[in-house]
């Protein structure tokens, strides 16, 4: 019997234990990455209601956010980085970002996204704008389906390839109806997160044309390296409405 598609994408994205088959697609997986963007957006807005100093509760948050993926998607960033920039050619450049090992690049990378999200976590629970910090990982789960959708894969094979292959627009439409529905959880945000949206979208688009560049389309590593670098952006960006 054929998953539902749910408790694939739970397995996923997320170390949380969830019933239920495998879908026999990992595809079917992405009509609910949003929504396990959300859960995860709303475990972390749970927590910044914690009385705590703000670095500190600012650090616990993004530490749990990296907990509850399991670094999946830091994982993928750091391999990115390493293969794009440590390679000369599309070959050379898949054959880094397999390698287990993380080079320069990577590490430098992890270690900037990881401040820049804590500094930005840190305003933003400042300024009581703790509505971005659950809007950051529901944007940013949509941004990997687009990302998935409208790119080749870039390897023969791979732990992503029938994912990315069976990828279809029914998959973006429902992710973004389901985006839609959640502004109704903070309505008086509408046109920031709107802004936030655009946001990710242009992060989206420069990573998908940097990887059709370098490899000639998008990998694993590259759909993690995506929710990374756009959940990062639209907290560090969420951080000006501070200043309205």
């Not at 949509?142 to 080749?152: E, T």
Request: aromatic share 10%; glycine share 12%.
């Amino acid at each position: 019997m054929k998953g539902w598609g749910l408790a694939t994408a739970v397995r996923t994205l997320t170390i949380i234990p969830f019933p239920g088959k495998e879908s026999e697609s990992g595809a079917t997986g992405f009509y609910w990455y949003v929504p396990v963007g959300a859960l995860l957006g709303g475990i972390l807005y749970f927590v910044s209601k914690i009385n705590l100093p703000t670095p500190l509760l600012a650090t616990l948050i993004v530490a749990l956010l990296a907990l509850l993926t399991r670094a999946f998607h830091l994982d993928g960033l750091a391999d990115t980085f390493d293969g794009f920039g440590g390679g000369n050619s599309k070959e050379r450049r898949l054959e880094i970002m397999r390698d287990h090992q993380t080079g320069v690049f990577g590490v430098t990378a992890l270690l900037l996204t990881l401040i820049f999200k804590v500094v930005a976590t840190t305003l933003l629970l400042e300024g009581g704008r703790g509505a971005f910090i659950f809007y950051a990982p529901l944007l940013s789960r949509f941004f990997v389906v687009a990302q998935a959708l409208f790119n080749p894969y870039a390897r023969e094979r791979g732990k992503a390839f029938s994912q990315i292959n069976d990828g279809k627009l029914r998959h973006l439409l429902v992710s973004f109806g389901w985006v839609l529905l959640s502004l109704l959880l903070f309505p008086s945000h509408l046109w920031e997160v709107a802004i936030l949206f655009g946001v990710g979208l242009v992060v989206t688009l420069l990573i998908a044309l940097r990887a059709r560049s370098l490899i000639g389309g998008v990998t694993g590593d590259v759909l993690g390296a995506t929710v990374e670098l756009s959940e990062t952006l639209i907290l560090c960006v969420a951080t000006l409405a501070i200043l309205g």
